[in-house]
């Protein structure tokens, strides 16, 4: 039975499909396409990783790093520009450990 995908896979995918007896159509895209297939697939590792049970969640979240990866090599930015980013961010907007849950604000 023929799925449609329709999107960015690892490079590996085509193998393994093969592999296993399977068949598969792939085209190259642009850079163009990638940036923005990429970002489509960001999306879709951070909903697998927030519907993912406890023992798959380390799976989950290293498939989002990879596509995290694959976002900064594509805009040539550095991990650890990123890293210093987010360290900035926590000494001005604070992090996740005290587990503030906003119900609701109101502006003046």
Aim: charged share 30%.
């Amino acid at each position: 039975m023929r799925s449609n995908y329709n999107k960015l896979v690892r490079d590996r995918i085509p193998e393994i499909i093969q592999a296993t007896g399977g068949q598969c159509e792939v085209k190259a895209i642009s850079e163009e396409e990638y940036l923005q297939a990429l970002r489509c697939k960001l999306t879709e590792e951070a909903q697998e990783v927030a519907t993912a049970s406890s023992s798959d969640l380390t799976l989950e979240l290293a498939d989002l790093f990879e596509v995290i990866d694959a976002l900064l090599a594509a805009h040539n930015i550095q991990r650890s520009t990123v890293i210093e980013t987010q360290k900035a961010r926590r000494l001005e907007r604070g992090g996740f450990q005290e587990r503030v849950f906003l119900l609701w604000s109101e502006r003046a």
